[in-house]
């Protein structure tokens, strides 16, 4: 009888332990996905920012030059 309870009691901390941590386990993958989120957004705000600089920079560079310097 003692070794019918041991063994029920085994396969309970077994259950247990194999049951254990999905909470901790799904908090952790939530935010993995929000560092990884935060991630793309930061490169795609640089990127925007970078695309910015890059067309005032061809506004300035279509100026037109409307005085000629004349030669002696």
Request: glycine content about 2%; hydrophobic content about 60%.
């Amino acid at each position: 009888m003692k070794k019918l309870v041991l063994v029920f009691a085994a396969i309970a901390a077994v259950s247990f332990a194999s049951c254990g941590n999905k909470a901790a386990e799904a908090a952790k993958a939530e935010a993995d996905s929000i560092r990884i989120a935060d991630s793309i957004a930061a490169v795609e705000a640089a990127a925007a920012a970078e695309a910015a600089a890059i067309d005032t920079v061809e506004v300035v560079d279509s100026v037109a030059v409307t005085e000629t310097v004349e030669e002696n």
